[in-house]
């Protein structure tokens, strides 16, 4: 079956440390892989994706590239920000089958970045 | 729209009522997600739209629960004889089509039964 694979919170940070939330996937087709982050407040909003082996999604600094070999997908940043303290979701859509279409996510992962 | 839009915000309903929650999906979308987040579950996939059609309805989580979709726009969740289980956020998404394109989230109808 589908499912994904991501690092327990909380992870709690300095401004401008390294961040890595690690993220691993397994899918009975040939799934896009997808970070989501959730604002404190706000709605789900699509941080990255990557729709085929060692592509690399980024956006606002963060990188993740999707790796079939590991099936992974970590999300990193060099230097992390305190607004970018928010709940990290790893996804896939695995597009074969009765499953098209469906987001599969992982649990979740709080970051907290402190000044 | 310019984004997904689901209303109400919030609700909060007495045990054994039923709910209607509503959501309006960006314009031209034709793929229609509805998700269920609540604490310590995660994101749960309930049911998707193709369209008016639904091929996949195994995600709701029991026949209390039922969703529809008219004129390939608007969709509703309906919750009958709501449990205090049922407490969580309701989350509607969309996507221009069902494969191979990003997907959109609303930002959630909270729902609290008491």
């Known amino acids: 079956g589908n499912s994904v694979t991501q690092m327990e919170g909380p992870v709690t940070l300095s401004e401008e440390a390294f961040l890595t939330i690690n993220c691993t996937y397994t899918?009975?087709?040939?799934?896009?892989l997808f970070w989501y982050v959730q604002y404190p407040g706000e709605g789900l909003q699509l941080l990255l994706k990557a729709t085929k082996a060692d592509d690399k999604g980024s956006n606002k600094g963060f990188e993740a590239t999707y790796r079939k070999e590991t099936t992974s997908f970590h999300l990193e940043k060099g230097s992390v920000q305190v607004s970018d303290s928010a709940v990290y979701f790893c996804a896939l859509s695995d597009e074969g089958g009765s499953t098209l279409g469906r987001l599969y996510f992982g649990r979740g992962t709080q970051l907290t970045v402190w000044p | 729209g310019a984004g997904v839009s689901q209303s109400p915000s919030n609700k909060v309903t007495e045990k054994g009522k039923d709910v209607e929650l509503r959501c309006d999906p960006i314009s031209g979308h034709t793929a229609l997600y509805w998700y269920r987040q609540s604490l310590g579950q995660g994101l749960e996939f309930l049911i998707y739209?193709?369209?008016?059609?639904?091929?996949?309805k195994s995600g709701l989580p029991s026949d209390r629960f039922s969703a529809e979709r008219t004129g390939g726009s608007v969709s509703t969740l309906t919750i009958q004889r709501t449990q205090q289980e049922d407490s969580a956020v309701y989350l509607c998404?969309?996507?221009?089509?069902?494969?191979?394109?990003?997907?959109?989230f609303g930002e959630g109808s909270w729902l609290t039964v008491v």
């Open positions: 998404a969309s996507s221009l089509r069902i494969s191979g394109n990003t997907i959109y």
């Open positions: 739209f193709q369209g008016n059609s639904a091929p996949d």
């Open positions: 899918a009975t087709g040939y799934p896009s």
